[in-house]
T-cell receptor
Framework: AQRVTQPEKLLSVFKGAPVELKCNYS??????LFWYVQYSRQRLQLLLR??SRESIKGFTADLNKGETSFHLKKPFAQEEDSAMYYC?????????FGTGTRLLVSP | NAGVTQTPKFQVLKTGQSMTLQCAQD?????MYWYRQDPGMGLRLIYY???????DKGEVPNGYNVSRLNKREFSLRLESAAPSQTSVYFC?????????????FGSGTQLSVL
């Protein structure tokens, strides 16, 4: 079975501080992992996917197969980064989400 | 370009009532999904449709039915609503299921069952 775990429900940091949102997964095959973000009063949208190895809005995420992790990182948080972040894994034709982490960036 | 459109945006039901949530996409996507979002539970897949004419159960299908009416539309029906179905429901679509596919989400339906 595929499973995504986000251990933190809430992460609160000050503007300019580094951010790391944790994501661990369980999947028997070769995983495809994503981060989705939901800003206040907006629809859920894709932030980045591991196969693209991209940096979006200063965020990066590296797939670590040894640790089965896909943590989302940003060196300097901005207030506009405050949102709900979901890690997701695609396997067996289905996209499965973690429980989400709310990031709150204070001035 | 509307993307994924859900109706209604809000709904209040009494226990035992039935209703259908509508979803349509205009991106010519093959795959469509229904998720529910609950505090502390994240997004859980209810049903999905990999292609027109097919539907499959997700993680939490009990109490729901779906219909892939055509390529554009994928509806979710609650035959006899229960308070446990109070949630925010999201419809999504993607070109196909499988690796690398990006999901596009609707704006959600907030459902309260009293």
């Amino acid at each position: 079975a595929q499973r995504v775990t986000q251990p933190e429900k809430l992460l609160s940091v000050f503007k300019g501080a580094p951010v790391e949102l944790k994501c661990n997964y369980s999947y028997s095959g070769s995983p495809e992992l994503f981060w989705y973000v939901q800003y206040s009063r907006q629809r859920l949208q894709l932030l980045l996917r591991h196969i693209s190895r991209e940096s979006i809005k200063g965020f990066t995420a590296d797939l670590n197969k040894g640790e089965t992790s896909f943590h989302l990182k940003k060196p300097f948080a901005q207030e506009e980064d405050s949102a709900m972040y979901y890690c997701a894994l695609i396997g067996f034709q289905k996209l499965v989400f973690g429980t989400g982490t709310r990031l709150l960036v204070s001035p | 370009n509307a993307g994924v459109t859900q109706t209604p945006k809000f709904q209040v039901l009494k226990t035992g009532q039935s209703m259908t949530l509508q979803c349509a996409q205009d991106m010519n996507h093959n795959s469509m999904y229904w998720y529910r979002q609950d505090p502390g539970m994240g997004l859980r897949l209810i049903y999905y449709s990999a292609s027109e004419g097919t539907t499959d159960k997700g993680e939490v299908p009990n109490g729901y039915n779906v219909s892939r009416l055509n390529k554009r539309e994928f509806s979710l029906r609650l035959e006899s609503a229960a308070p446990s179905q109070t949630s925010v429901y999201f419809c999504a679509s993607s070109q196909n299921t499988g690796a690398g596919e990006k999901l596009f989400f609707g704006s959600g339906t907030q459902l309260s069952v009293l």
